[in-house]
């Protein structure tokens, strides 16, 4: 094993080696919503409000009854900006059109729009509301969905071309 190669193991990050998009690589993701949330807009300034089922399993269905955890929960989208760039979360615009949308739409600049659509797509995949398709995770070599343990259908709906990351900084050392 060469001296790069196992530096290369030791410090992912900084070599650029961690399988994530780089740079402006970012830009060229196109964010898709996960299939197992409803959403649909509401009111007279049409925000979006998000259903999100919860996690169907025996042990989470027991918890669920014995503390009277309800089956869905609501995600009210609170103004026009993030329920603009929900709806953009379709598989078919990339990141980098969304933001340059949001230029023109909002009369923001482009560095404000880049971090403002970044910081809020950051969110919402952290929430695992969004990811990006197959394809995509597939290029960029992604790490794979975990599946749901009780269920037959997986977690990340994969069949319908979804795909989000886990969090690679919620593994625990021992």
């Known amino acids: 094993m060469s001296l790069l190669s196992s530096a290369q193991k030791l410090l992912p990050g900084v070599l650029g080696q961690t399988g994530r998009p780089q740079g402006r690589e970012v830009l ?47 995600i009210e989208l609170t103004d026009e900006i993030s329920s603009y760039v929900w709806t953009c979360c379709d598989g078919a615009h990339t990141v980098s059109q969304i933001a340059d949308d949001l230029v023109r739409r909002y009369k923001l600049t482009k560095r404000q729009s880049e971090v403002s659509v970044l910081t809020y797509l950051k969110t919402l995949q952290a929430k695992k509301l969004i990811g990006v398709p197959a394809e995509q995770a597939r290029a960029f070599k992604l790490p794979a969905q975990p599946q749901a343990a009780a269920t037959k259908t997986p977690i990340s709906g994969k069949e319908n071309g979804y795909h989000a990351p886990r969090n690679r900084r919620a593994k625990h050392s021992r």
């Open 28 to 74: 060229t993701l196109r964010p898709i919503r996960h299939p197992a949330v409803f959403w649909e807009r509401v009111g007279d300034e049409q925000l979006v409000v998000l259903t999100v089922r919860r996690r169907s399993d025996p042990l989470m269905n027991f918890v669920a009854k014995l503390f009277g955890i309800p089956q869905t929960r609501k």
